[in-house]
């Protein structure tokens, strides 16, 4: 592996790119969807966040690790304790970002079904759901070894756009060799439509990187 590390940007860069970067595939509307959001650095536990994939790939597992062992060596940077965006030089000289894995707080409608010997609980409850929104392969690995993850924190983004997928739990996460048919719980039809902004945390130049979704 021959990665070098050209710039390590500060946190707050990347968060002003974020609030005002505009949701995606919208059908031509300006949506600021984090535009008055909060946005903080915080740890956890991998298995304190809600997840929204049913899957991780081996070979990116892998190489996380590798970068990880590779980065923490040469630089003593550790990609699970970030607090600033890595902006990497590949073998092949491209200029990559590297951002914490990002968590976000948002609102849920859900119904609480309760155990035989409760009193029966609210029809309906709006409850705080923390999901880890990107970086699901860097949260398997410190799950694995039990390890505080060093995330980025959003909570107080525009309500009535919802996250694309609904959360699930740890154990209907399985490792592939390549994507599975099914990937999430999509919320909408159309699945990739008002899609989150969170590639401007990965950006390195005036040009934004590519979305990762849809791939």
């Not at 909570?155 to 699930?168: I, Q, R, T, V």
Request: aromatic share 8%; hydrophobic share 35%; glycine share 4%.
């Amino acid at each position: 592996m021959n990665i070098t590390i050209e710039k390590v940007e500060p946190i707050e860069k990347a968060f002003e790119r974020l609030k005002n970067a505009a949701l995606e595939v919208t059908n031509g509307e300006n949506i600021l969807i984090y535009q008055n959001a909060t946005m903080r650095v915080s740890d956890f536990f991998p298995k304190e966040l809600n997840l929204t994939s049913l899957y991780v790939l081996k070979n990116q597992l892998d190489f996380i690790k590798r970068l990880r062992d590779y980065l923490q060596n040469r630089y003593q940077i550790d990609i699970l304790n970030l607090s600033s965006i890595l902006h990497l030089k590949t073998e092949d000289g491209k200029i990559i970002g590297m951002a914490p894995p990002v968590v976000e707080i948002y609102q849920e409608t859900v119904q609480i079904i309760p155990l035989p010997q409760d009193k029966n609980p609210p029809e309906k409850s709006l409850v705080q759901v923390a999901i880890l929104k990107d970086g699901v392969h860097r949260g398997f690995v410190a799950n694995e070894k039990n390890e505080l993850m060093r995330c980025i924190v959003i909570h107080g983004a525009l309500s009535e756009h919802m996250p694309y997928a609904y959360p699930n739990e740890w154990s209907k996460v399985k490792i592939f060799e390549a994507k599975p048919e099914q990937k999430k719980f999509y919320r909408r039809q159309n699945p990739y439509t008002f899609m989150r902004p969170l590639k401007a945390l990965r950006q390195t130049s005036d040009t934004p990187p590519p979305p990762e979704w849809g791939r």
